[in-house]
């Protein structure tokens, strides 16, 4: 079984600065894997605006989102203040609503208050009553996402019923 060869972090990020810029989709993607993959979403933070959006077209919403969740709240928030409104509305609905909270939390308030209102209001109002609560209580690391059962379902059908919404 062959492995991917050992590059170096940096070298990684400079690959894929390249890949965007050349429009290589394909090698974008697989770079950014990569840096999940190594642990290294950090470097992430080193990407400029347009590099970041140019990369979300290539990853998809979601991918970035999953990308943001592994960095520091801090860094998250920095490169959301590097998007367009709209994009980072869009990131922040990918994320866990829990995590979102902590990240627009450390954006600047009227920009986060710009992103709240173009997400979609559901969205938007879990965020919202999340960050009621200070950070290291019970209220601010729950999330308000649950599954609820029937309390008479057998053990099989609720795992079965688990997996289909998981």
Same mark, same amino acid.
């Given at each position: 079984m062959s492995s991917a060869p050992v590059i170096a972090p940096d070298d990684v990020l400079d690959q894929l600065r390249a890949? #965007?810029?050349? %429009?290589?989709?394909?090698?974008a993607r697989a770079l950014a894997r990569r840096l999940l993959d190594d642990d290294a979403a950090e470097l992430f933070e080193d990407l400029? !605006?347009?590099?970041?959006?140019?990369?979300?077209?290539?990853? $998809?919403? =979601?991918?970035?989102? =999953? *990308?943001?969740?592994?960095?520091?709240?801090? !860094?998250?928030a920095d490169i959301l203040e590097? *998007?367009? /409104?709209?994009?980072? %509305?869009?990131?922040? =609905?990918?994320?866990?609503p829990d995590d979102a909270a902590d990240i627009i939390a450390q954006v600047d308030d009227e920009y986060s208050e710009d992103i709240l209102v173009a997400m979609e209001p559901a969205d938007a109002a879990e965020i919202r009553e999340l960050m009621a609560y200070r950070p290291d209580t !019970? $209220? $601010? #690391?729950?999330?308000? =996402?649950? /599954? +609820?059962?029937?309390?008479?379902?057998?053990?099989?059908? %609720?795992? !079965? +019923?688990?997996?289909?919404?998981?």
């Open positions: 890949a #965007i810029q050349a %429009a290589d989709v394909d090698q400029d !605006a347009a590099q970041l959006t140019e990369l979300s077209s290539f990853l $998809g919403d =979601e991918t970035l989102a =999953e *990308l943001l969740s592994q960095i520091t709240d801090e !860094a998250a590097q *998007l367009p /409104v709209e994009q980072a %509305a869009d990131l922040l =609905e990918e994320i866990d !019970a $209220g $601010g #690391i729950m999330t308000p =996402e649950f /599954v +609820a059962m029937a309390p008479s379902l057998r053990a099989d059908r %609720a795992v !079965a +019923a688990l997996r289909r919404v998981a």
